[in-house]
């Protein structure tokens, strides 16, 4: 039993590597060139022996400097104010050990840019990615309830959860938010929410919630009636019907629908820079009004994009594992 084990799993891997090969190939070609280039960044040292002569010896009525990196490249930026009107600057960009003096030119400037950017990019990204994940996810779970509150025959609770449904549906997720963050205290001090993400969670999760509820309604309705009648021969309960013959026939519909809301929800996550969280979108707008430079859109843009793409990538596998239900 033991080898026959084994044997399958080294199929399994052969399968695997002959499945993924080209995708297995790029990556290896990346680690080989991104080693050396890890390994020959040069330090900040390094780029401040760089700097021009004549940039050194300027007089200036205020200095400030910054180092960055990425792993494979660092950058490392000067600025002088000569005086109330001028104000010079320069920029050194360090890449396979050499140093470029990048001032004057508009790409490589670009990518000093990106190396101080993408720090605080990506601790934006991880807020949004956090927030989006922990927000669907919630309401995912809360939806179930409401979606079966809202099927329910007690009268009471399926007017109460198609209330819910209606007003979170029919309002603003940035008003909710608003209300949330500004309006609740007023009304309730008791009810202050101190914490800027768990405002940003608990209104995305309530408004998820309710979209969701609305596509597991409509996954379960979905299912022929015939199978009720049959598990009711059966003398399954409606609980067991549920859990063992409907929702599972539910999983591969119900995937789309919460993977556009898991986008949406991804995209709608800019909002939050009303109550100033740090997230991707917030940082952005930071770094533009610190800097002028317009083209940190193009890097969060691909940030959002990559995000993007990974997690529909995840969500197509989650569809086709389930399909085995349909």
């Known amino acids: 039993m033991n080898e026959e084990t084994k044997e399958k799993k080294s ?63 660092s950058a490392y930026k000067a600025q002088k104010q000569v005086s109330a009107a001028e104000v010079q600057q320069i920029t050194i ?14 790409i490589t400037t670009f990518f000093v840019n990106f190396v101080s950017w993408l720090p605080s990019l990506l601790d934006g990204a991880w807020i949004t990615i956090a927030l989006t994940i922990s927000s669907v996810a919630a309401g995912v779970i809360l939806s179930v309830f409401v979606a079966l509150g809202k099927m329910s ?3 009471p609770l399926s007017l109460f959860c198609r209330a819910y449904v209606f007003f979170f549906r029919g309002t603003p997720l940035l008003m909710q938010l608003y209300f949330l963050w500004f309006g609740l205290p007023l009304l309730i001090p008791a009810l202050t929410i101190s914490d800027r993400f768990l405002a940003a969670f608990i209104a995305f999760s309530l408004n998820s919630a ?16 015939g199978q009720f009648e049959a598990a009711k021969a059966l003398g399954l309960s409606y609980g067991q019907t549920m859990k063992k013959i409907i929702i599972p026939q539910t999983y591969r519909r119900l995937i789309p ?19 100033a969280l740090q997230d991707l979108s917030k940082i952005t707008n930071s770094i533009l ?3 002028g430079e317009v083209s940190v859109y193009i890097v969060s843009m691909v940030i959002y994009l990559i995000i993007t793409a990974v997690f529909s990538k995840v969500f ?11």
């Open 210 to 225: 309710a979209y969701c509820a609305e596509n597991i309604r409509a996954a379960i309705e979905s299912i022929d009636k």
């Open 11 to 73: 199929t399994g891997f052969v399968a695997f590597v002959k499945k993924h090969r080209v995708l297995l190939i790029v990556l290896a070609v990346i680690i080989a060139v991104c080693i050396p280039l890890v390994l020959t960044a040069p330090d900040e040292a390094t780029l401040e022996s760089a700097v021009p002569q004549e940039f050194q010896q300027l007089e200036a009525r205020k200095e400030s400097d910054t180092f960055n990196t990425i792993g494979i490249m």
């Open 316 to 326: 197509g596998v989650l569809e086709k594992k389930f399909s085995v239900y349909e």
């Open 257 to 275: 629908p919460i993977a556009n809301e898991f986008i949406m929800v991804l995209k709608d996550a800019s909002l939050t820079s009303i109550i």
């Open 289 to 291: 009004t610190s800097t």
């Open 93 to 106: 960009l360090g890449i396979a050990g050499q140093c470029i003096d990048t001032t004057d030119n508009v």
């Open 153 to 155: 025959k007690f009268k």
